[in-house]
């Protein structure tokens, strides 16, 4: 499974970001910060251009981020897939045939630790840690997860996007309209 080469995953926060991403190069695109009320018509416009959808689970207005909320995009919205940082989310989606990105914020050696039983018990298809300007912690993951990485989280600059993805993240998740090159 991989993004198709596509190492930036943009991340729209406003629908005039969304919209203008609908009309980008890019296959597959984030969806955080909306309401579920808007959520049938982005994944819809998306869909009529080729466009693959990730919604953001937690971050849906209206929408508790549980496994009845994955069952409901999985029936009535079909996204490509999920992000979130509840495991149980990760596990229904990926029962529903949808990608499923387990969130990890690594804030110290702690959350390290816990994140990697998360992982085991969960087995997303892909992590996305953040914040994304770690290449060490990136490496470190990657080798004892096995999982491919998504780097997200503060990245604000090329260089940034360079070095994670020179730490072995598949792609750099970014809603900084400067770094959708």
């Known amino acids: 499974m991989s993004f198709h080469g596509q190492k930036v995953l943009p991340a729209a926060r406003k629908m005039k970001d969304f919209e203008k ?55 009535e919205m079909k996204p490509a897939g999920i992000i979130s940082t509840r495991s149980n989310c990760i596990i229904r989606a990926k029962k529903k045939n949808m990608i499923a990105v387990q969130r990890l914020f690594l804030l110290d050696s702690l959350a390290l630790e ?50 994670a993805l020179q730490a072995g993240a598949e792609a750099v998740t970014t809603s900084n309209p400067e770094l959708w090159i």
């Open 21 to 75: 991403l609908l009309n980008s190069k890019y296959t597959y695109i984030v969806c955080l910060d909306t309401h579920i009320s808007q959520l049938k018509f982005m994944i819809n416009m998306a869909n009529e251009r080729n466009k693959k959808v990730l919604v953001h689970l937690d971050l849906i207005n209206g929408l508790k981020a549980n496994e009845y909320a994955v069952d409901f995009l999985a029936q």
């Open 114 to 163: 816990t994140s990697y039983k998360v992982i085991e018990r969960a087995q997303p298809d892909y992590l996305e840690v953040l914040p994304g300007i770690m290449p060490e912690i990136i490496k470190e993951v990657r080798q004892q997860a096995g999982i491919p990485i998504i780097a997200g989280g503060l990245i604000r600059t090329k260089v940034n996007v360079t070095e």
